[in-house]
């Protein structure tokens, strides 16, 4: 099956801050999406972003599809930002399966 | 993703219990999924209903029988569970299981197998 990969694995951050999350995956997508899963337990949809970039508030998203990478920016962060961010893809071979990284796990530190 | 609500948010139950999850979307999504997730990892799909069918069940035991009454609910039936299928459990839907479309979560059941 498809592989993906994120990093870091651990960002700390001071408050205020600004900072990228990667995401590679080894064979081409029909889907990507980036998810905040906060310490509560809830994963948030950030971006449906199979290909472009989008932005939405100080988060923005960039998928290259053709490189097979996507990225996550934070920007001015805040300690709400803190919690899981996870990339999930959809491979051309299953329509249905969506394929989670290991997350990148962000502390923002006040 | 507050549109897919699920029931209950926690759940405490003994291996000879018999419980069961609810979810439910009005959003018209016609493929719903469970997903298992423990702690510190990322979700695993559990099933796919799509149109009202079971379409996909990754190899889950017995023990875990889902449920699709109608295009908006979906239900997790448990019986004589172990201690390590404590988990979060969530629920998610797409408008249909074709065409790679996004995925939308509930907030998840907690439960707990003593």
């Known amino acids: 099956g498809i592989q993906v990969e994120q990093s870091p694995p651990d960002l700390i951050l001071q408050e205020g801050a600004n900072s990228t999350l990667r995401c590679n995956f080894s064979d081409s997508v029909n889907n990507l999406q980036w998810f905040h899963q906060n310490p509560w337990g809830q994963l948030i949809n950030l971006f449906y972003i199979p290909s472009g970039t989008k932005q939405n508030g100080r988060l923005s998203a960039t998928t290259v599809a053709t490189e097979r990478y996507s990225l996550l920016y934070i920007s001015s962060s805040q300690t709400t930002d803190s919690g899981v961010y996870f990339c999930?893809?959809?491979?051309?071979?299953?329509?249905?399966?969506?394929?989670f990284g290991a997350g990148t796990t962000v502390t923002v530190r006040a | 993703d507050t549109e897919v609500t699920q029931t209950p948010k926690h759940l405490v139950m003994g291996m000879t219990n018999k419980k069961s999850l609810k979810c439910e979307q009005h959003m018209g999504h016609r493929a719903m999924y469970w997903y298992k997730q423990k702690a510190k990892k990322p979700p695993e799909l559990m099933f796919v209903?799509?149109?009202?069918?079971?379409?996909i069940n990754e190899s889950v035991p017995s023990r875990f029988s889902p449920e699709c009454p109608n295009s908006s609910l979906l239900n997790l039936h448990l019986h004589a569970l172990q201690p390590e299928d404590s988990a979060l459990y969530l629920c998610?839907?797409?408008?249909?299981?074709?065409?790679?479309?996004?995925?939308?979560f509930g907030d998840g059941t907690r439960l707990s197998i003593l």
């Open positions: 999930a893809v959809v491979d051309r071979s299953n329509d249905y399966k969506l394929s």
């Open positions: 998610a839907s797409s408008q249909d299981n074709g065409v790679a479309q996004p995925q939308h």
């Open positions: 209903y799509s149109y009202e069918k079971l379409s």
